[in-house]
């Protein structure tokens, strides 16, 4: 359905006109380096591109109080009167471009014209206030998109991500006792030592009357939080509250001065992990995510990280996550007490919310402030990206219908002789319809490890399930995959044989008990319900995916799966996070066109369509998950969800 990118180049005239080193750093450059970018990456090309226009003055009027036009001369009085702020006569101007960017964005979204989008921005707005303008912002855009979302779309359900590592204080302060808006918020905090050194930054502010657990702060205690830090945030904290909130719309506060080598934030996180946080956004409100531009200081990095951003809005999966996934000490902590402060607010957090077992002394302390390593930034993903997205291996006479367009129908097929000698040890590959099934499977494999095909889905009579997937397991191994995950539902077992060196990870969905037979052969019953399946794959899967950190990911739906189309769509979804989007699914050949037409669409890239309000995990289904967290967390570390804090 595509992407916007609202813009125009008005926005780069405001700029500082005298001497002052807080403001500095918000340059006309930051949107002119973005877009450069953009375009040398052919990605501002694929774009559906608005030239913004102004917000009205009633527009402006949903947030804040009348508005006044000044001289020039005025302008360095009145910036003395706000913090961090410096006006110049085109500010006025820009900051109605920047307001009425956001507001294009949200129409385009909601009246379908695409599916997301960003907006490119200057001034920023989240520090901006009713009547205050504050931190380089003068009127507050996605505070005036989501009122106006309300308002003229009629929506009940918001969801504002400011991933910006400042706290959007503004945004905070216009929807505090407001449940229709939920505001979650990440930030630099230290302790309340870092600008805009606020009491209400912390964990423990909630929102207030009825909009008390709608406001979610996630303060950053230390510098130097990472990839996974940031994903353990979002799995552990602002994802449950989220899909219990089913939200209709995705607006994010899009700061990346919460990325590497920005001045401000001395933050550690990759551009890729914008990639990754979009990508998980994406799974709410069917995709209809809008993302208006923060801050974000270091050029390069800035950069970098918006066409992250915008690569994945276009659907393209994210390139794999650096780094040793492994959160440290003190972001533990902080996800630990914002979870504690929500959960008397948050049914699914509630279950869960025993107190976790202490973590030994000694684990990982934050790495601190790091400049950006150049090596980090300069190259792009050097391999190339493959030139099919998706593939099918399907037989079904009416799979046609239900796939998109540039979804490639494969009919090649492996050597017949090679086909026979995978089959040859498995008496359930004996029959030709096995084999044939198996030669097209090896066929789609094959493109994928040669990097010319990304995902694709492939099937198999039922009773040859577990022999095609043993099949496909080992020629992934042997055939280039350094760490393949398997995630089987239904009657799958592992295959006996299959080695245990570390270079697989089995993780069985299905069946009465919980059980970790060892740190990479683990099983857990499928939830019933919405909400038990919602915290499994949120809770268990995923963490022990990013831990891992596959190069290939198989998701099987065997024999007795009992998997729900948009179960199964949700978590295609979401592990094609993983391994840079290299997911083969294998389905039995009876299954439906629609759910093998579903799972197509969402491995190239289309949004799950959204669950609706969800039901609560089951006592068991929490159960198995606090279980399997208690076995496995000293192995994989993005299970933990929080760390003890000492009182104090
Ligand atoms: C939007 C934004 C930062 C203000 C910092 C003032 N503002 N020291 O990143
Ligand atoms: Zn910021």
Redesign the pocket.
């Given at each position: 359905m595509g992407t916007a990118l609202v813009y125009h180049e008005d926005m780069t005239a405001t700029r500082l006109l005298w001497d002052d080193p807080e403001c500095e750093i918000e340059r006309p450059e930051r949107l002119t380096a973005a877009l450069d970018r953009l375009r040398q990456r052919g990605l501002e090309q694929r774009c559906l591109l608005l030239s913004a226009r102004e917000a009205s003055e009633e527009e402006l009027g949903l947030v804040h109080r009348e508005t006044q036009v000044l001289g020039k001369e005025e302008l360095q009085a009145l910036s003395g009167q706000f913090d961090a702020i410096c006006f110049h006569p085109s500010t006025f101007h820009c900051a109605r471009l920047a307001a009425g960017a956001g507001l294009q964005l949200v129409d385009a979204v909601l009246t379908g014209a695409v599916q997301n989008g960003l907006a490119l921005v200057r001034p920023p707005g989240h520090h901006s206030q009713r009547a205050a303008a504050n931190g380089f912002c003068v009127f507050n855009n996605v505070a005036i998109a989501a009122a106006h979302a309300k308002q003229k779309h009629g929506l009940h359900r918001i969801l504002v991500v400011d991933w910006?590592?400042?706290h959007g204080q503004g945004i905070q302060y216009l929807f505090e006792d407001d449940p229709s808006i939920l505001y979650f918020s990440w930030h630099r905090y230290e302790h309340g030592r870092f600008w805009p050194f606020l009491r209400e930054s912390d964990a423990d502010a909630v929102g207030r009357g009825q909009g008390l657990g709608f406001t979610v702060n996630l303060p950053w205690n230390q510098v130097g939080m990472g990839n996974a830090d940031y994903v353990a945030a979002f799995l552990h904290l602002l994802l449950p509250l989220a899909f219990e909130f089913d939200p209709e719309l995705v607006l994010v506060s899009a700061?990346f001065?919460s990325a590497i080598g920005d001045p401000?934030g001395q933050m550690q996180a990759t551009p890729e992990c914008f990639a990754h946080l979009t990508q998980l956004l994406q799974v709410l409100a069917g995709g209809r995510v809008c993302a208006v531009l923060?801050?974000g200081y270091h050029l390069e990095s800035l950069a970098e990280s918006v066409c992250m951003t915008v690569q994945t809005l276009l659907g393209d999966p994210a390139p794999p996550l650096s780094g040793s996934m492994v959160p440290c000490q003190s972001a533990l902590e902080s996800i630990q007490s914002a979870r504690a402060a929500q959960a008397p607010h948050w049914k699914s957090l509630q279950l869960q919310e025993e107190r976790p077992p202490p973590l030994l002394p000694g684990g990982p302390v934050c790495k601190g402030a790091a400049s950006a390593p150049s090596s980090l930034l300069d190259q792009p993903c050097l391999c190339p990206a493959p030139s099919v997205r998706t593939a099918v291996a399907l037989t079904a006479p009416d799979i046609t219908l239900v796939l998109p367009p540039d979804v490639i129908q494969q009919e090649g097929s492996a050597l017949r002789e090679e086909t026979e000698a995978w089959a040859r040890p498995h008496e359930s590959l004996a029959r030709e319809e096995a084999l044939a099934a198996l030669g097209k499977l090896l066929y789609l494999l094959d493109g994928m490890l040669d990097g010319q095909v990304n995902s694709g889905i492939a099937a198999t009579p039922a009773s040859a399930a577990a022999a095609t997937l043993d099949v496909a397991i080992r020629r992934g191994l042997s055939h280039g995959a350094q760490r393949l995950l398997c995630v089987a539902l239904g009657q799958l077992d592992r295959p006996p044989d299959l080695a245990h060196d570390g270079r697989s990870l089995w993780l069985n969905i299905r069946g009465k008990e919980a059980a970790a037979l060892s740190m990479f052969h683990v099983s857990t019953p499928l939830p019933a319900m919405t909400g038990g399946f919602l915290s499994c794959i949120l809770g268990l899967v995923l963490p022990l995916a990013y831990s891992f950190q596959p190069d290939l990911v198989l998701v099987a739906l065997g024999p007795g799966h009992g998997l729900q189309g948009r179960h199964a769509a949700l978590l295609a979804a979401m592990l094609r996070g993983l391994a840079g989007g290299r997911v083969l699914a294998l389905l039995e050949e009876d299954s439906t066109p629609q759910l093998a037409g579903i799972l197509a669409r969402v491995l190239n890239g289309e949004a799950p369509p959204s669950l609706g309000a969800s039901s609560v995990a089951s006592p068991e289904d929490v159960r198995a998950l606090m279980y399997l967290r208690g076995q496995l967390e000293p192995q994989w570390k993005m299970l933990q969800v929080g760390a003890f804090t000492p009182q104090k």
């Open positions: 910006d590592v400042h700061g001065d401000e923060e801050g």
